[in-house]
C-alpha cells in the first residue's frame, strides 16, 4: 500500500557528506516504519537504521550510528538518511523499505514494501 522511490545517490569523494531521500510516491508514509539498508556487491543486504512512524524512535547497526543518522519529515512524505564522512567501504547500493507494525526491526524480512535502491560510490 505504499510505494517507494530513493534518490540522492551518487559518486563522491572519500570524507564528504551524502543525504539520501525516501519518498513515498504513493501510500502514507507516515502510517509506516522506515528502514535503511545497502548491499555491495558480493555481501549480505546491511541494516544501516531504522525510524518510528513519528521519528521519536530509532535503532542503528552499532557500527555505523557514528557517522549516518536516519531521520523523517511525514509532511514532506519522505525520510533521509544523512552520511557524514563517507569512507570508501560504504559504496553499495541503497535502499528504503517499510513497515507496518508498530516496533523497530533490523531483518530484510521484516520489512515488506522496497524502494529500487539508489547507488552509492565512495572513491578514495
Known amino acids: 500500500q505504499v510505494q517507494l522511490s530513493e534518490s540522492g545517490g551518487g559518486s563522491v569523494q572519500a570524507g564528504v557528506s551524502l543525504r539520501l531521500s525516501c519518498a513515498a510516491s504513493?501510500?502514507?508514509?507516515?502510517?509506516?516504519?522506515i528502514g535503511w539498508f545497502r548491499q555491495a556487491p558480493g555481501k549480505e543486504r546491511q541494516f544501516i537504521a531504522g525510524?518510528?512512524?513519528?521519528?521519536?524512535?530509532?535503532n542503528y547497526e552499532v557500527a555505523l550510528k557514528d557517522r549516518f543518522t536516519i531521520s523523517r519529515d511525514n509532511a514532506e512524505n519522505t525520510a533521509y538518511l544523512q552520511m557524514n564522512n563517507l569512507k570508501v567501504e560504504d559504496t553499495a547500493i541503497y535502499y528504503c523499505?517499510?513497515?507496518?507494525?508498530?516496533?523497530?526491526?533490523?531483518?530484510?524480512?521484516?520489512?515488506?514494501?522496497w524502494g529500487q535502491g539508489t547507488q552509492v560510490t565512495v572513491a578514495e
Open positions: 525510524i518510528t512512524q513519528r521519528g521519536t524512535g530509532t
Open positions: 523499505a517499510a513497515r507496518v507494525e508498530t516496533y523497530l526491526a533490523a531483518t530484510e524480512s521484516d520489512y515488506g514494501y
Open positions: 504513493r501510500g502514507t508514509l507516515s502510517n509506516y516504519i
